[in-house]
């Protein structure tokens, strides 16, 4: 079965920001990127690839419900306004090369996630109400360490996918921004239970991530060795200016990379000291399809509080050692006496083509057994892959599927998570 790792590594990492403006150029040379599909080419691209990208649509990302007015002024704005462009969720201009080539040919790119929210969390009685309310083990959770979690309801179902970073000053949780304030708000109802404080960091801090083979060489020259040396799991500080950065050792793309917390007052100045270092800033788009291509689930696209825990692909986050929490005996039962009817998954096509929102996927016999969630083209790969729902007897690695989007129907194959495996496994 497919199973994108968490652990000490992956976290959700798309941003809720709006897309860009269609009319804008991009810069994308037509030579030295041999890993790029050519439909993906710029403006500067020959005439021929650039139609057949217009034709195509190439490069589509499902962002949601409300991106299909973006969908129609990108379809405008190629000249396509056939009914089959009004359904695309999504569909980008051409990626940046260069940004894509920083954090997936071996370089580093610089990747701005300070949309993702932040809670502190302290008191005595922090680890106790935090061990009732999340799936993994907070007794476990070291001083100077992390470790990442879930918060479900009662059904065993998401409510969030939570990082908890064990700093000096408390527990500080990393969330999505679309979760922070279920968060926050679920957080809020102990505080008067006992010694347990929380503190919305989100607009004091920002969260810069360094992805890519050479995130550990941009983070040294731009902190100090200490910063480099963070081991998975762990945690280290470093002095910045005259603030402090928290700083831990997390993938978004599949790559090698550090997530780095700071002061929102400093953060320009550690952006243009990484900058320095080496790493190249990268955009949403760009972000977003390595978030698709490292197989990590994004709330409200890929789940959402209508998943059950063990269904979204987030099994390194729950404990199944621990003592009692919120909707433990949903979560346990499905693993010690059964399995999810269906779980998240790669779905990869045989060629370049743009999806609907919910497309379906279909058995090779014609039944309908899942549905895609997030897809885009991979530069890496050359061709369209789908984080999808996929019904358990069809989830072995290798099985034909068919895809079924605008009236078409388009051959695939189920396959493991991620659909790009880089610096992150080989390290």
Known sequence: MSRARFEGSQSPSCLAAPPPDVRKGFAFPASGFSSIPRLLLGPEAQPQFQESA??????????????????????????????????????????????YAAVRDGGAGLIDLSVRGRLLV??????????????????????????????????????????????????????????????????????????????????????????????????????????????????ATAQFKKGKVTIIRAT??????????????????????????????????????????????????DMDDTKVVTETNLDDAVSFTKGCYIGQEIIARIKYRGHVAKKLTGVLLEETVALESGAKILSTDDKEIGAVTSSAVSPHLTKTIALSYVKYDYLEPGTKVKVVSAAQEFPATVTELPFVRGSWYTH
């Open 122 to 235: 302290s008191g005595s009685e922090a680890v106790m109400f935090l061990n009732g309310l999340i799936t993994n083990d907070m007794k476990t959770l070291a001083l100077h360490s992390w470790m990442p979690a879930v918060f479900p309801n009662v059904q065993g179902r998401l409510i969030a996918a939570v990082r908890i970073i064990h700093r000096d000053d408390g527990f500080l949780i990393d969330t999505e921004h679309a979760t922070l304030e279920p968060v926050a708000k679920l957080l809020g109802r102990f505080t008067l239970a006992g010694d347990f404080q929380v503190r919305d960091l989100s607009s004091e801090t920002a969260m810069l991530s360094v992805q890519g083979r050479k995130a550990a060489e941009v983070v040294r020259q731009a902190l100090n060795e200490t910063a480099e040396g963070v081991s998975r799991g762990g945690v």
């Open 252 to 301: 978004h793309s599949g790559e090698d990379g550090f997530d780095l917390f700071v002061d929102a007052n400093a953060t320009e100045d550690l952006r243009r000291s990484l900058i320095g270092a080496g790493a190249s800033p990268c955009g949403q788009e760009v972000a977003e399809i390595l978030r698709i291509e490292a197989g990590i689930p994004c709330f409200g696209i």
């Open 54 to 99: 217009k034709r195509k649509a190439i490069g589509v990302l499902h962002i949601g419900r409300q991106s299909r007015r973006y969908a129609r002024r990108v379809a405008v704005a190629s000249g396509s306004t056939d009914e089959t462009s009004s359904k695309l969720t999504r569909v980008n201009q051409p990626i940046s090369a260069t940004e």
